[in-house]
T-cell receptor
Framework: AQKVTQAQTEISVVEKEDVTLDCVYE???????LFWYKQPPSGELVFLIRRNSFDEQNEISGRYSWNFQKSTSSFNFTITASQVVDSAVYFC????????????FGQGTTLQVKP | GAVVSQHPSRVICKSGTSVKIECRSLDFQATTMFWYRQFPKQSLMLMAT?????????EQGVEKDKFLINHASLTLSTLTVTSAHPEDSSFYIC?????????????FGEGSWLTVV
């Protein structure tokens, strides 16, 4: 069975603080993809990153960085110097390579960045 | 880049009526589309896989007679909520998978807010 767990339901930080959103996944597939999406109040899903299971290199994109560790089945997301505009719900998701597009989402983490 | 468009973005309907939501792939052909439902403060749950030219595949617990899915063309899938009840009020969002090189890229529609009164 496939499962994604985001243990943090809500996180509140003050602007300019760094914040890490945790994601732990379960899958029996050896080839799979992991995703992070941002969902602002308007509802649309904003794609942030896709990582395949064979690429454990950490990635940095501006203030965003991701730490993928297969040994612990984790794919954590860090926002450096958070801003109020980062306030949103963030979802981690998983898809097996054999699947054509069916995503398994975590429960989501609501991030509130206060000025 | 590839775009998936969803319409309407917001709809209010009366209990007992039916409402249709459209999901279109604007510049690519999508043989498979996916419909998700998201209740307030909850995660996105897959409802069904929409297959062009054949019946949709529903996830466990989703009533296929209530949530009718039609994928009549390679660019359009529709979700019809029949005999809507207030508990059907939710955010519905579709996605389509597009082959780009060796990768399947997933594109989401903008989502549709359904309120049943």
């Amino acid at each position: 069975a496939q499962k994604v767990t985001q243990a943090q339901t809500e996180i509140s930080v003050v602007e300019k603080e760094d914040v890490t959103l945790d994601c732990v996944y379960e899958t029996r597939d050896t080839t799979y993809y992991l995703f992070w999406y941002k969902q602002p109040p308007s509802g649309e899903l904003v794609f942030l990153i896709r990582r395949n299971s064979f690429d454990e290199q950490n990635e940095i994109s501006g203030r965003y960085s991701w730490n993928f560790q297969k040994s612990t089945s984790s794919f954590n997301f860090t926002i450096t110097a958070s801003q109020v505009v980062d306030s949103a719900v963030y979802f981690c998701a998983l898809i097996a390579s054999s699947n054509t597009g069916k995503l398994i989402f975590g429960q989501g983490t609501t991030l509130q960045v206060k000025p | 880049g590839a775009v998936v468009s969803q319409h309407p973005s917001r709809v209010i309907c009366k209990s007992g009526t039916s409402v249709k939501i459209e999901c279109r792939s604007l510049d690519f052909q999508a043989t498979t589309m996916f419909w998700y439902r998201q209740f307030p403060k909850q995660s996105l749950m897959l409802m069904a896989t929409s297959n062009e030219g054949s019946k949709a595949t529903y996830e466990q617990g989703v009533e296929k007679d209530k949530f009718l899915i039609n994928h009549a063309s390679l660019t359009l899938s529709t979700l019809t909520v029949t005999s809507a009840h207030p508990e059907d009020s939710s955010f519905y969002i579709c996605s389509a998978s597009h082959r780009e090189g060796t990768l399947n890229t997933i594109y989401f529609g903008e989502g549709s807010w359904l309120t049943v009164v």
